[in-house]
């Protein structure tokens, strides 16, 4: 279990227990560390780092290199604004093996400047205060490229907003295969219920691209006759790529940003923020939350 998240090949390892597992849980604690072994699953904790301002040509090693300058990582995330695709977001997480580097780490590599950017450094752990060491109070606006919701800049425990917005949680190809898209929805249904009553929840598919995937051939403008950038630009419209929740109660909705923002899933560190009913986004909300059809459209015959 400790392999979760880890980075293999061209993707990251997903080990689950069966659903119906009855025997004793022996998951490795978060804290858990394989000698030589980067994870790509980096959780919460008092010593996780942000770093932002990274130059979207670095590549995996090369942040890591400058990473492991001031001792050995424990966990590293670079986020992708997909699964395997260039990190454009142009920033990371990561935690040392030996949690006495951190503050050292954020301390030399904060406005350290790499090409025409400055690094921004700073500890990421959801429920962390800005001013302690290694926190400065940052301008949110010159630095677009720090997720808010990690680290949030005011209180949020009075806000109306209900909608819980997931980004950087799954994939185009987590969405495309009936079974797992059943089992991925499933799965977020059951974690989201747990900070609240939850009233809705979506995942939005991508376009049917082929055959042998969701919807089929055919299946109106969404079907095999678009290109792959057309296709793109039509999941992206859709909102695919995002994970929506609508809590009864906003109280529910803090509470899960508040537990979810920074954690890990598939080896991606979530980012989370706040929604409420009538926000302006893109895709409308009325559109993401319209009633379902009846049935998914069926898969073409053979």
Do not use: C
Not at 159 to 188: C, G, K, P
Not at 204 to 233: F, K
Not at 259 to 268: I, Y
């Amino acid at each position: 279990m400790a392999f979760d998240g880890i980075m293999f090949l061209n993707g990251p390892l997903k080990i689950r227990r069966p659903k119906d597992y009855g025997g004793v849980d022996m998951s490795a604690p978060p804290s858990f560390h394989v000698p030589g072994v980067v994870s790509t699953n980096v959780p919460d904790s008092a010593n996780k780092i942000f770093v932002g301002g990274l130059p979207s040509y670095l590549n995996e090693e090369q942040v890591m290199e400058l990473l492991k300058s001031f001792g050995e990582l424990k966990a590293f995330n670079l986020v992708r604004d997909s699964g395997s695709g260039p990190s454009k977001q142009g920033f990371a997480f990561f935690e040392y093996v030996d949690p006495s580097v951190t503050d050292v780490a954020i301390e030399s590599l904060g406005g350290m400047e790499l090409g025409d950017r400055y690094l921004v450094v700073q500890r990421a752990s959801v429920g962390a205060k800005a001013g302690q060491p290694g926190m400065p109070n940052l301008p949110y606006d010159q630095f677009p490229e720090i997720p808010r919701p990690i680290m949030p800049a005011g209180d949020v425990s009075g806000s109306d907003a209900r909608i819980l917005l997931m980004l950087n949680m799954v994939t185009t190809d987590d969405l495309v295969e009936d079974q797992e898209y059943a089992e991925l929805l499933e799965d977020v249904r059951e974690e989201v219920a747990n900070y609240g009553t939850v009233e809705d929840v979506r995942i939005p598919r991508p376009v049917r691209r082929d055959r042998g995937r969701w919807g089929g051939e055919g299946a109106g403008a969404g079907g095999s006759n678009l290109n792959p950038q057309d296709a793109q630009r039509a999941d992206e419209a859709a909102g695919v790529g995002r994970v929506y929740v609508k809590y009864v109660e906003p109280e529910s909705a803090v509470k899960a940003m508040q537990a979810l923002a920074g954690r890990s899933f598939a080896g991606r560190s979530i980012i989370a923020t706040l929604l409420s009913d009538d926000s302006q986004t893109t895709p409308p909300l009325e559109l993401i939350f319209a009633p379902p059809p009846d049935a998914p459209p069926p898969l073409p015959a053979p």
